[in-house]
């Protein structure tokens, strides 16, 4: 809260207002006056916080004291005086901790500009580097994984991707690989894709075939007729499910309605119709289902 709030001084914004022009001589005696009066220092304290503010209102009304003071020292840095050296909620940049001792990398360019210091400004934090995407190594001062340097000098360094397919690279052509990413593997400077389902290196669950990708493989349920399959759809089975019958490759639905010599729905007014490997008994045109039993569809009560 305090680092948000105390970054610019808070006294700039009366400095010059309302006084312009006039007696020369009067504005020095009586602004010299105004300058360092507490009539100005609550001028100032209105605007530093927004209204709906609290935690600013809660900081201001804790530091009262500190903030007479450093109005009567004739206006230090409001930040280094506050927030740093009274209150010790903040760091000066690029440092960090209870100490504020310096980022990796040290405070003028933490990280190498290429990254932030965890707790930055902060009287918390490791002071370690999370290097921006890209960017790798304890200062943020190399390429990291699947990314090369593009250009570098004493104080900067550029780093850009590799192809899609490189772990390590020497520039962004697909023939400049060094190390490939899982699922590919180094041929002549090139990675080639692991094709995993042709090695067995896959591995999907009872019932799904296995389909290759770029740098992996997925697994895909196999079709509702087979029992295992090699591929998509009901010719691909290994074997065919209850519900199905073997037509060469291809596993057929079972019309059990038309193919039992004995009707299988045998509730009164009950019809058989097919559904996609199985049947289902329903009541015949103009009945509906009450109770269990299959009733001339009327309204109940009527005769």
């Keep these: 809260q305090c680092q948000g709030r105390c970054q610019h001084h808070p006294a700039s914004r009366t400095e010059h207002e309302g006084f312009g022009g006039g007696n020369t001589a009067w504005e020095e005696e009586k602004l010299s006056k105004y300058q360092h009066s507490e009539t100005r220092l609550l001028e100032v304290l209105e605007g530093v916080c927004a209204?709906?503010?609290?935690?600013?209102?809660?900081?201001?009304?804790?530091?009262?004291?500190?903030v007479e003071q450093w109005w009567q020292q004739q206006h230090p840095d409001f930040f280094q005086w506050l927030c740093v050296d009274k209150l010790m909620l903040c760091c000066p940049?690029?440092?960090?901790?209870?100490?504020?001792?310096?980022?990796?990398?040290g405070p003028r360019q933490p990280c190498s500009g290429n990254g932030r210091c965890d707790g930055d400004g902060t009287r918390r934090g490791t002071g370690l580097c999370v290097c921006s995407p890209g960017y790798g190594g304890p200062f943020c001062?190399?390429?990291?994984?699947?990314?090369?340097?593009?250009?570098?000098?004493?104080?900067?360094l550029v780093c850009a991707e590799c192809y899609q397919a490189c772990g390590r690279c020497t520039g962004p052509e697909d023939s400049s690989c060094l190390r490939c990413k899982r699922g590919w593997v180094l041929h002549e400077h090139r990675c080639i894709d692991i094709d995993e389902c042709g090695t067995e290196m896959a591995h999907c669950r009872a019932n799904q075939y296995c389909v290759n990708t770029e740098g992996s493989y997925e697994c895909r349920d196999c079709s509702t007729a087979c029992i295992g399959c090699m591929g998509a759809g009901p010719a691909?089975?290994?074997?065919?499910?209850?519900?199905?019958?073997?037509d060469g490759a291809k596993c057929l639905d079972?019309?059990?309605?038309?193919?039992?010599?004995?009707p299988v729905c045998t509730g009164v007014q009950e019809v058989c119709e097919n559904t996609e490997g199985s049947y289902r008994c329903v009541c015949a045109?103009?009945?509906?289902?009450?109770?269990?039993?299959?009733?001339?569809?009327?309204?109940?009560?009527?005769?």
């Design 93 to 105: 940049p690029g440092t960090y901790g209870p100490d504020c001792r310096s980022c990796a990398g």
């Design 141 to 156: 001062a190399e390429c990291g994984d699947g990314y090369y340097e593009a250009s570098r000098n004493k104080s900067h």
């Design 51 to 66: 209204p709906s503010d609290f935690a600013c209102h809660q900081l201001l009304e804790r530091s009262e004291e500190h």
């Design 254 to 262: 079972v019309d059990e309605c038309a193919s039992a010599e004995e």
């Design 236 to 246: 691909r089975c290994k074997k065919c499910n209850k519900g199905y019958w073997r």
């Design 285 to 303: 045109q103009g009945h509906v289902r009450r109770d269990g039993q299959c009733v001339e569809d009327k309204p109940p009560g009527m005769a």
